[in-house]
Every structure is written in structure tokens, then in C-alpha cells.
């Protein structure tokens, strides 16, 4: 993680939304007392979020707020550290049986929060729980896996329908979270998911929807009790209001922070921007079955047009870094050789007009209304090429719904979006968007579909990165996307905070500390 100061504003875009290219995911501790409530800890950290959470049911949400509040009150199978290595978390190692069976050898001595302990049958409940339809969980990550199998107390076996070489790594966010099989089945799912017991380094104490969320050290945590007492974390959807509370003590650090915001801490004493490189991409969505977007020398031709550097700096104030396609440097399968689109007007024009577009035509192009500034100022790079892309903004709640529906238009002919590889492997950012048969795929090639197979199902790593390196050539030529950066990871903090993230950026406070003065 470094400290750096953003560059100056420049003029040619304003910067409004744009919470989700920011992933601005960090989390503090302070000794101030806070200004806003009474009875603060004075060991407490008090942390912003953009939105609330949707529940506290790990099984039944996907989205990072969420998860970030639930990471701290549930423990994963395995860890990413903050040097992002994958490392053990209720798991102390594993290893693959077969192709089809990875073996987990768990802790001892964990107990969920309400003393029932945390063995191989709590694991084995989780798993099931998460994959059963009945449960309709948003999570995809453990679609191969047909089940849970219990060898003894503290071992189990994962068992897949095809091979799954990186099942650990999607066991260290959203697919691991270990839940308590006795206390589910006597309060049931409604109160388990107001009411949330896990075995992580802070124990639930009380959520106000729409305002905040707090949490108590957990005394018996088996990684050791948290430094801080309390952990609360405040809904705070405008940033500038956040960083004002920061700055009055009513705040320790300020997530969900655009760059723009950023500019308004300036040079006040006792606080800082802090940036760090994060594994979010963000592209653009190209229906290629139709229309003009059916050529690929269209395709091409519009990645040639943008000008993506200028793009960051502009509108992202340099809080982001450009990736070739869609995958973020830190993630295993990226091939550095792989070189992006260069930015080229007139190379842009000339495959225009070989595809007998020479007059330009015109498309939709829909984005979140969060996001609103970075569509437009993609909007006015196409058109230096003739081509037209209305923006058509749509709120974060509705574009989100369009997103995940059957009905791959519904976004219309291009579509602004960002994913997330937190397993840091290349697959998860691939997953849903290429093979012609995923959720928000809207490109056919039997070779893609062919590469995408021998990286999710080979076990050699040879063979995974052949098949990366092929199919992130192949996106270059093909072109179904329109490929943008990674953006960083982007927060405002008090100096009193001692916590470090790791490029995933989630919010997971058990190792943050107060600085002692």
C-alpha cells in the first residue's frame, strides 16, 4: 500500500458518481472520541460505507457491502493475506485427492460465537446450504461443487462434477464463509440473517437499515481478540458529507471515496488518501450478434478510438491503471506480452470504413447512473470517429437488475461495467462474461468457449496459463469488449490507523490497530 498525492483536478471532464470505479474499500481505528452518538468506545473504529447492506445471511448476498461488513463477523476456509498470497483461515491446509476432490484439514478448537463448535459437519452444512437451490444463493462460485463430504471431525472433502483447480481460492471470500448448523436450524434463516453468529474476530451487536451496523471485539476469537472494541460501520452514501464527518472526528476512515472527492481533504493535518493497487476491471459490454457491433473490425475500430489514458487521468484523476482486456495484472493467467489497443483516430476511421460504416452510425450506451461521468466522456471519444452512443443512465438498483436478468439486451448494444477477480485468478474475472453459454456473455466462439473449458478445468498450471494467453490474444482480435483499467483501491484515513488492505480491498478489521501517540 503507498501514499501518494492525487493529481491536480483537470477540467476536461467533472467527476460525479463513479463510487464503483473507485472500490474504495479500507477500514480504521481512533482514538477520538466520536461526536456523532453517545457512549462511543474510545477504541472503536468507525468506518463509512456507500450503502447499506443488503443482509447479513452471507449465503444470500454477493455484493461487496455486504460482504465487507460479514467478513468480520465470519471466518473463510482459506485467506487472502494482505500480501495477497492464499493462505489458511478455518482451514489449515488442503490438498487435491483427485480431480474431483480437494480435501480440507480444519482448525481446532473454533467455536461459532454462540459456543457451538465450528467442525468438518458445520463445514459440510455450509457448503450444502450455499449450493442448495432451495437457498437461492446470488454466489457462483461453487457451481461445480455436487457436495459436501464429512471424513472426521476436522476433515472434509469438497467434491466437484468437474475439476476445479482454484475451488481453495473461491473459498477465501464469498464461497467459504462457514455458517452454525444448530442455531439456523432452531431461530431459522429470517433471524439468522438479522441476527448473525459466526466465528470471526467481532460478534454482532446491532444494525439500524440505512444507518449503521455495529460490532464488539470477539473475546475468544481462535486468531486472538481484536485490538480495538468496537467496530462500527456508518451508511454514508455522499462522500462529501463523509469526509466531513472524518475531519470533526465523527469518522475514522471514508470508503466508497471517488477521486474527485478525494481533492476536498486537500492538505489537512492529521489524515490522508491513501491508494493502492486494486483488481476491479472495468470495460465496456458489446452485443456482437447484431448490428454493426457484429464486425469485429467495428469492434476493433472503437477500441481503437478510445483514448484510455486520458480517460484516467481525466475522469479517474490517475486512480486506476489500463489493462489490455479483462484482467487485472495481479491475477494469475495475465500475460504481460498481451499489449492493449493503441490509441488511433485515424486506424479507427479506416476499419469504419471498411466495414461500410465510413458515415458512423449511432447505438445506445447504458451505465449506472454511479458511473455517469466515465460513459459520457467514452461517449465523446466515439464520436470523434463518427460514431454516436447516447448514454441512457439507469439507477444502480435497476441497471444491477438488467444486469443479472436472462435477457442479455436488456442493457442494450453497449453497456458500461466493472467485475471483480477477488479469487485473483484470471477465471473469475472470465466467468460470466465469454463463454457464450454464461450469464453476461454476449460473444459465440467455439474457441473461446474451448479456452475458457481447459482453464476452468485443468489442474496444470502450464496448461491454465497456455490457455489464458491464447484467449486474451484472441479478445484482442476479436474484440467483444471495449477494454478500459483496473481501478485502485481508494479510501481517506485518520494518521491514528495502523491496517493494511489487500488488493481485493474488503473491509476485514481483525489485524487494525490504533497508533499509539
Known amino acids: 500500500m503507498s501514499v501518494r498525492e492525487l493529481p491536480t483536478r483537470r477540467d476536461l471532464f467533472k467527476l460525479g458518481g463513479l463510487a464503483a470505479a473507485a472500490l474504495s474499500l479500507g477500514a480504521c481505528a481512533s482514538t477520538k472520541p466520536s461526536t456523532g452518538g453517545q457512549g462511543a468506545a474510545a477504541s472503536a473504529l468507525r468506518v463509512s460505507l456507500a450503502s447499506d447492506a443488503t ?32 493462505v489458511g483461515g478455518l482451514a489449515e491446509r488442503w490438498e487435491s485427492k483427485d480431480d474431483k476432490t480437494w480435501r480440507f484439514h480444519l482448525r481446532k ?8 463448535p465450528c467442525d468438518a459437519a458445520a ?10 437451490p432451495a437457498t437461492q444463493s446470488p454466489i457462483v462460485e461453487l457451481r461445480l461443487v455436487t457436495g459436501a463430504k464429512v471424513i472426521d471431525t476436522h476433515t472434509v472433502d469438497l467434491v466437484t462434477k468437474e475439476p476445479d483447480p482454484i475451488l481453495p481460492a473461491k473459498l477465501s471470500l464469498f464461497g467459504g464463509v462457514i455458517v452454525p448448523p444448530k442455531y439456523i436450524k432452531e431461530k431459522g434463516d429470517k433471524v439468522f440473517a438479522e441476527h448473525p453468529v459466526g466465528t470471526g474476530p467481532f460478534t454482532f451487536e446491532q444494525w ?50 471517488t477521486p474527485d472527492a478525494a481533492q476536498q481533504l486537500g492538505d489537512a493535518p492529521g489524515f ?11 470495460f465496456v459490454s458489446l ?23 486520458t480517460l484516467i487521468a481525466s475522469v479517474l484523476n490517475g486512480a486506476a491503471e489500463r489493462t489490455p482486456t479483462l484482467i487485472p495484472k495481479q491475477a494469475f493467467g495475465f500475460d504481460a506480452s498481451v499489449q492493449p489497443f493503441q490509441h488511433d483516430v485515424a486506424k479507427a476511421k479506416s476499419l469504419l470504413a471498411e466495414a ?24 465523446g471519444q466515439l464520436a470523434a470517429v463518427g460514431v454516436k452512443a447516447e448514454v441512457s443512465l439507469l439507477d444502480p438498483a435497476t441497471f444491477k437488475g438488467r444486469l443479472v436478468s436472462d435477457n442479455r439486451k436488456a442493457l442494450g448494444e453497449m453497456y458500461f461495467v466493472g467485475n471483480s477477480g477477488w479469487t485473483m485468478d484470471a477465471s473469475s474475472n472470465l466467468q460470466s462474461f465469454v463463454r457464450h453459454d454464461r450469464r453476461q456473455s454476449r460473444w459465440n466462439n467455439p474457441q473461446a468457449d474451448k479456452l475458457i473449458d481447459t482453464e476452468e478445468q485443468s489442474v496444470d498450471p502450464d496448461t491454465r496459463q497456455e490457455a489464458f494467453t491464447a484467449l486474451q490474444k484472441l479478445m484482442i482480435e476479436e474484440s467483444p469488449f471495449l477494454y478500459l483499467y483496473q481501478a485502485s483501491i481508494l479510501y481517506a484515513v485518520s494518521d491514528r490507523v495502523q491496517w493494511k488492505t489487500n488488493a481485493n480491498g474488503t473491509l476485514a478489521m481483525a489485524t487494525a490497530k490504533l497508533a499509539t501517540s
Do not use: C
Open 287 to 309: 452485443d456482437t450478434e447484431e448490428g454493426p457491433l457484429k464486425d469485429k473490425r467495428v469492434r476493433q475500430a472503437l477500441n481503437h478510438a478510445l483514448d484510455v489514458d
Open 123 to 132: 463445514v459440510a452444512y455450509s457448503i450444502e446450504r450455499l449450493i442448495d
Open 356 to 379: 461500410g460504416h465510413s458515415g458512423g452510425f449511432s447505438l445506445k450506451l447504458s451505465s449506472s447512473t454511479a458511473d455517469k461521468d466515465i460513459a459520457q466522456a467514452i461517449s
Open 272 to 282: 490522508k488518501v491513501v491508494t493502492s493497487p486494486g483488481v476491479r476491471t472495468f
Open 55 to 86: 443482509t447479513l445471511d452471507p449465503h444470500k448476498q454477493g455484493d461487496l457491502p455486504s460482504m465487507n461488513v460479514l467478513i468480520n463477523v465470519f471466518d473463510t476456509l482459506t485467506v487472502r493475506d494482505t500480501g495477497d498470497q492464499l
Open 208 to 257: 439500524q437499515r440505512d444507518s449503521q451496523i455495529t460490532l464488539k471485539a470477539n473475546p475468544k476469537y481462535w486468531n486472538g481478540k481484536p485490538s480495538v472494541e468496537q467496530l462500527t460501520f456508518k451508511v454514508m452514501p455522499d462522500p462529501s458529507s463523509s469526509l466531513a464527518a472524518l475531519q470533526s472526528g465523527e469518522l475514522d476512515i471514508v470508503t466508497g471515496l
Open 109 to 116: 478448537n473454533v467455536t461459532f460465537h454462540n459456543g457451538e
